[in-house]
T-cell receptor, first 113, second 112 residues
């Protein structure tokens, strides 16, 4: 079963706040996890990619994976109005592009100046 | 920079027409994908391809076919367009052995 749950929002926070975005999944076969950002009327762009439980940091972004709980998170520190977008989690069974990605429905994030 | 381009940003077609959506990538990627994106449903995989002339069905292939005659080009074909195929169509590509997919800007198709 391919199912990924993600709260669609909208999530509205003031500029400078820490943002937490989350996805849960039901199939333990998912092993590789990604976060994409999608601005209005644009295609998704890759933000973070990880395949192990734990944290991965890149600038203001931290991706967290807990495979035992089937739960992934994206944290954004010092949020900016330019971070306003829809954030999509995505996952796949096997590395190497052997499968297409399964996406969450996306969370619409609004950063208020 | 990886560039994935799609032939049209907006397209309006009539029910029953045959529709071609074209995607071109310039990074010599082996893997190419077609998704559709609908409000409340998210992105769903239609078809993908690992190599020229190779194709695999995704989660929702019904009503669609694909063609990959050249490595850089992947076409999505709606044999007989229907109103329930009104959607945003997104093409993506990835390096061989890579999970990170790079997306085009999308084609918003309206079938009337």
């Amino acid at each position: 079963q391919k199912e990924v749950e993600q709260d669609p929002g909208p999530l509205s926070v003031p500029e400078g706040a820490i943002v937490s975005l989350n996805c849960t999944y039901s199939n333990s076969a998912f092993q590789y996890f990604m976060w994409y950002r999608q601005y209005s009327r644009k295609g998704p762009e890759l933000l973070m990619y990880t395949y192990s439980s734990g944290n991965k940091e890149d600038g203001r972004f931290t991706a967290q994976v807990d495979k035992s709980s089937k739960y992934i998170s994206l944290f954004i520190r010092d949020s900016q109005p330019s971070d306003s977008a829809t954030y999509l989690c995505a996952m796949t069974y096997s590395g190497g592009g052997a499968d297409g990605l399964t996406f969450g429905k996306g969370t619409h994030l609004i950063i208020q100046p | 920079d990886v560039k994935v381009t799609q032939s049209s940003r907006y397209l309006v077609k009539r029910t029953g027409e045959k529709v071609f959506l074209e995607c071109v990538q310039d990074m010599d990627h082996e893997n190419m994908f077609w998704y559709r994106q609908d409000p409340g449903l998210g992105l769903r995989l239609i078809y993908f391809s690992y190599d020229v002339k190779m194709k695999e069905k995704g989660d929702i292939p019904e009503g669609y076919s694909v063609s990959r005659e050249k490595k850089e080009r992947f076409s999505l074909i709606l044999e007989s367009a229907s109103t329930n195929q009104t959607s945003m169509y997104l093409c993506a590509s990835s390096f061989p052995g890579g999970d990170e997919q790079y997306f085009g800007p999308g084609t918003r198709l309206t079938v009337t």
